[in-house]
């Protein structure tokens, strides 16, 4: 849990790069940075933040649960939030104002510029407190450590009782459910289970196809506990496995390996993306690798920085990424092995504990 100070340190880190940017005020509309900065876990909220102070703009529904929350002020507004913190604005006489420019509509910007003196600016800034977020705290690293134990754990309790028949709905219903069981808020994306040749897709949505004896299967899953995130995949195999999928299996397991190794304090994301090209080149399985080789996460499940192709962002100690190559042959099926861990100064912490090698039931 993130207490009080722990809040405030990270309202006064935001305002420090306010004054840098010569802004007078941010609207953070986002609300993954609103719980970040006041830990306000409402579903309607806008928070105006210079460098000295925080208003929470939220609607009657979180009258209490936003004083419970925040350690900020905080304005319950009967009608748009917008418009509220242009009031505000106006008041402190604010002239250069940041919006969070790939968050807010441009309906809810219009809004806001309608609503300010002429003299003031509405300026787009992007990414600012994403970068911030991307560094974690001990006590965000333990409670994404958390996180990422519970779901090992629903997915070993769970794999325990597959049986060829069960659709994969089902199964992921079951996931879900075990994750609630085991105190999750809740799913942390729509967990992905696959069967057979829908393996292949890379993000397939469960369906009411049964899974059945002899194939391969594909669970991608992950919980949100005490507001964070957990990613794991895992490749499951009903059966003895062929050669074939026994080596694509092994091709990514190394390939995953490779980029595990790659990381540490200081390279760039590009880096340990190339790692895990690399290695699949040398089995002529690059050309199968169709999407980033991971990404960051915490209050969201994707999450700057993106572990992919020209990627130039330097990784830091602190920052938490998935490893998650993949290979997928349409027709046949796909494999990919997920990791959540931690980047340290002279590697990685892998917090996911399940077992990746290929799991025969
Ligand atoms: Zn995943
Ligand atoms: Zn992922």
Redesign the pocket.
């Given at each position: 849990m993130s207490g009080g100070i722990e809040f405030a340190n990270r309202r006064s880190r935001a305002g420090e790069y306010l004054a840098e940017q010569k802004l007078d005020a941010l609207l953070v509309s986002a609300l993954p940075n609103i719980n970040y900065l006041t830990g306000f876990t409402g579903s309607n909220g806008l928070l105006a933040l210079s460098d000295a102070e925080a208003w929470l703009f939220t609607d009657p529904r979180y009258q209490v649960q936003a004083a419970e929350q925040c350690d900020c002020k905080v304005r319950i507004c009967r009608s748009s939030l917008a418009r509220a913190a242009s009031t505000l604005a106006r008041r402190k006489r604010w002239k250069k104002i940041g919006f969070e420019s790939t968050r807010l509509s441009f309906a809810a910007s219009r809004e806001v510029q309608g609503a300010l003196p002429s003299s003031a600016e509405l300026m787009p800034t992007s990414g600012i407190l994403e970068r911030l977020r991307s560094i974690k705290s001990e006590d965000e690293i333990e409670s994404i450590r958390h996180s990422v134990a519970l779901c090992s754990e629903a997915f070993s309790d769970v794999l325990a009782g597959i049986r060829p028949g069960v659709r994969e709905c089902e199964l992921a219903a079951e996931l879900d459910y075990r994750m609630r069981r085991l105190g999750a808020e809740r799913s942390a994306f729509d967990t992905i289970v696959a069967s057979g040749a829908r393996t292949a897709l890379p993000h397939a949505e469960p369906t009411s196809k049964a899974i059945n004896s002899n194939e391969l299967l594909l669970i991608d899953m992950g919980a949100t506990l005490s507001g964070y995130a957990s990613?794991m995949t895992r490749m499951v195999h009903l059966g003895p496995p062929p050669q074939k999928t026994k080596r694509l299996h092994r091709a990514v397991l190394d390939a995953q390996l490779a980029a595990l190794d790659a990381v540490r304090d200081g390279v760039t994301a590009a880096f340990v993306d190339r790692q895990a090209r690399q290695l699949l080149r040398t089995h002529k399985l690059d050309a199968l690798f169709v999407h980033s080789t991971?990404?960051g996460l915490g209050l969201e499940i994707h999450e700057p920085p993106r572990i992919g192709k020209g990627e130039k962002t330097l990784l830091r100690a602190g920052m938490v990424i998935?490893i998650?190559p993949g290979v997928y042959i349409d027709g046949f099926g796909g494999i990919r092995i997920?990791d959540t861990v931690v980047v340290t100064r002279t590697g990685c912490k892998i917090l996911t504990e399940a077992p990746k090698e290929l799991l025969v039931i």
């Open positions: 990613d991971g990404h998935t998650e997920e």
